[in-house]
């Protein structure tokens, strides 16, 4: 089992829709999670960071985190067709003080005009 | 401006040479991490540190190479021993404690 799991898609959504990214991850200790953005040819940028169970919303963007489930989630509100890039779930150490922060492989996002 | 920087940013390499990848942050980040990206493919871990004078190894280390004698660096060494070297390398840093990481723009290297 990979430690962080995400649909590779691609994921194609109309403009103005909302899209729904999915992230699952096997340790169940783990502290904290990301998102990320990536165009292609480019390195990855931070869009949410989550930390406790619940919703978090920033913008257009909501992030969910479900520990008991091992399951966190990011919503885009409103798509916009600069919202097409690969997305990129991240998990951070299970013990505080573990720093190694693993990817899932990616989901690539298209917003249909 | 705060930031990682890393450099250069396209390298090619004979086959059979090391060659070294510069990771430089100004932010005063603890944590420094090196990951491999390939065409289509998500961020594996090769090497991260969380103090100087210290670091771990990731996921895919056989073939690397890392020191962190400064902070403010953490330079990675392909070796020859990397059979398929070939791929986008990205550097990051973080706060550390469970905190976001940062990205630099990424060294493009080439075996020729």
């Known amino acids: 089992q990979k430690e962080v799991e995400q649909n590779s898609g691609p994921l194609s959504v109309p403009e103005g829709a909302i899209a729904s990214l999915n992230c699952t991850y096997s340790d169940r200790g783990s502290q904290s999670f990301f998102w990320y953005r990536q165009y292609s040819g480019k390195s990855p940028e931070l869009i949410m960071s989550i930390y406790s169970n619940g919703d978090k919303e920033d913008g257009r963007f909501t992030a969910q985190l479900n520990k008991a489930s091992q399951y966190v989630s990011l919503l885009i509100r409103d798509s916009q067709p600069s919202d097409s890039a690969t997305y990129l779930c991240a998990v951070n150490g299970a013990n505080f003080g573990n720093e190694k922060l693993t990817f899932g492989t990616g989901t690539r996002l298209t917003i249909i005009p | ?112």
């Open chain 2, 1 to 112: 401006d705060g930031g990682i920087t890393q450099s250069p940013k396209y390298l090619f390499r004979k086959e059979g040479q090391n060659v070294t990848l510069s990771c430089e942050q100004n932010l005063n980040h603890d944590a420094m991490y090196w990951y491999r990206q390939d065409p289509g493919q998500g961020l594996r871990l090769i090497y991260y540190s969380q103090i100087v004078n210290d670091f771990q190894k990731g996921d895919i280390a056989e073939g690397y190479s890392v020191s962190r004698e400064k902070k403010e660096s953490f330079p990675l060494t392909v070796t020859s021993a990397q059979k398929n070297p070939t791929a986008f390398y990205l550097c990051a840093s973080s706060m550390g404690e469970n905190t976001e990481a940062f990205f630099g723009q990424g060294t493009r290297l080439t075996v020729v």
